[in-house]
């Protein structure tokens, strides 16, 4: 007995010179089952694709998807993505040769949540991972079965004769003319259809990735301002303490000039008072007198007027330091202006030039590459670092965690004790809104407002 060709479910792993491995669905479920492991793989993450294959060796659906193996070479244990299911409820992809194919990716995945698992081909011209997997189903390495094309054959019994009056000699050349000007057309139709499609999803790629670092950009600004108003506010303050000081130290020198003084009229009253008992005493102590008086004031002036001489230059150093930090700041703010003012091609120019390192997962944020620059600040704070990836702050990507890890009202009773009523998750750190996506309907801070106001 003949088998008859059939839709077939095929798997197909890429690296950076393409496609590296193609098995059937379910040899992939074998692997997955932890039946064999592939020690080539070891402790990465590999970009493969689901596809569905008919019998003309077409593809009809495409699902781009992440896996990772460990260190022995084996699949991830919890990776579970239901392939099939986003195959058939994909959108519309370019033309393959058999009609547009349905396809699920990052930028365009009908399961909302699953969206952090999936990744985005690369449509560019002599690098399409589109055109690699068609290529690779003609090669048919796999030896699937392939349907027959030769025509059919048609019965003598269902051929039907004209009527004789209606015949007419046919002209061959105007027949083939019409017939290669309606082949052309119909080419350049679907090569037409099938490049806007490409160029769709291409567009819709690069407008996610500038919209991310746009985001990204303008996150990173408003940190650098509020360093800059922060550092601002303590020299303000150091000046002002500075001041003070300046202040107290030319007090405390008009109040030491004034006992000099009164020693000095002190002491004079007591030389008038010796000139009537002693001439040449009196003149000694006078000249002794002067000399230790005129030491003193001189000594007590020359140290104040140096205290004084230093405070001012640490004056003018935090007023030189307070006007480079304003001016740091309007440099920050123009590169914030000149930022949002790129287009998506410097965007996507800078972006070229960096490379992955490090592969981790974090809740909301998923599986984020950390460039060799960034591996410092992630260490230093990995919820942070994700917390930047999610567009959001730290404190709003924790609350958000918290909530992520136990959905449930954290809304106080009179009692002292919580809710604990179980709500729906908030899958996107960006969307909660604390007070309401972690309380349930009777304790959102809404439902309390419009309460009151009614």
Not at 197 to 226: D, F, M, N, P, W
Not at 284 to 293: M, P, V
Not at 312 to 339: C, H, I, K, N, P
């Amino acid at each position: 007995m003949q088998n008859k060709p059939q839709m077939v479910e095929a798997v197909m792993f890429f690296n950076e010179r393409g496609i590296c491995k193609e098995m059937f669905f379910p040899e992939f479920e074998a692997l997955l089952d932890g039946v064999v492991s592939m020690p080539e793989f070891a402790d990465e993450q590999m970009r493969m694709a689901y596809l569905l294959i008919n019998p003309r060796l077409m593809i009809r659906a495409v699902v781009f998807f992440y896996l990772d193996f460990d260190e022995k070479g084996a699949a991830d244990s919890g990776w579970n993505l239901p392939l099939r299911h986003l195959a058939d409820n994909a959108g519309r992809g370019p033309d393959m040769g058999a009609g547009p194919i349905r396809l699920a990716c990052r930028s365009q995945c009908p399961v909302s949540w699953h969206q952090m698992h999936l990744w985005d081909p690369s449509l560019a011209p002599g690098k399409n991972d589109l055109v690699l997997l068609r290529d690779a189903v003609r090669r048919n390495a796999l030896g699937m079965l392939v349907e027959d094309d030769s025509a059919s054959v048609v019965m003598p019994e269902r051929l039907q004769m004209v009527a004789e009056e209606t015949w007419q000699a046919p002209d061959p050349a105007r027949a083939a003319n019409e017939k290669l000007a309606e082949q052309k057309d119909q080419e350049h139709r679907l090569k037409t259809a099938q490049l806007i499609k490409q160029q769709r999803l291409r567009i819709s790629t690069l407008g996610k990735q500038y919209e991310e670092e746009v985001a990204r950009l303008k996150l990173g600004i408003a940190e650098q301002q509020r360093g800059a108003q922060v550092e601002i506010h303590k020299l303000q303050h150091a000046l002002r303490q500075q001041e003070e000081l300046n202040a107290t130290l030319k007090k405390q020198l008009v109040e030491q000039g004034a006992n000099y003084q009164k020693n000095r009229e002190d002491m004079t009253q007591q030389l008038r008072a010796l000139e009537r008992h002693s001439r040449t005493e009196t003149d000694i102590l006078r000249a002794q007198f002067e000399g230790e008086l005129q030491a003193k004031v001189a000594a007590a002036v020359a140290e104040l007027k140096e205290q004084v001489a230093i405070r001012d230059m640490e004056l003018a150093y935090r007023t030189e330091q307070e006007v480079g930090s304003q001016r740091e700041l309007e440099r920050v703010q123009r590169e914030r202006d000149e930022f949002a003012s790129q287009g998506g091609e410097q965007i996507l120019e800078r972006l070229s030039k960096l490379g992955v390192v490090f592969v981790v997962y974090h809740p909301g944020a998923g599986h984020l590459t950390i460039p060799l620059q960034d591996i410092a600040r992630y260490q230093d704070n990995p919820l942070s670092y994700a917390a930047a990836k999610c567009f959001v702050t730290e404190a709003q990507y924790r609350q958000w965690l918290a909530h992520y890890q136990q959905p449930v009202c954290e809304a106080v009773l009179p009692s002292g004790e919580r809710c604990a009523t179980p709500i729906d998750r908030v899958e996107t750190p960006s969307r909660f809104v604390l007070g309401d996506s972690n309380c349930c309907a009777r304790h959102k801070t809404g439902s309390r407002l419009r309460t009151v106001s009614q």
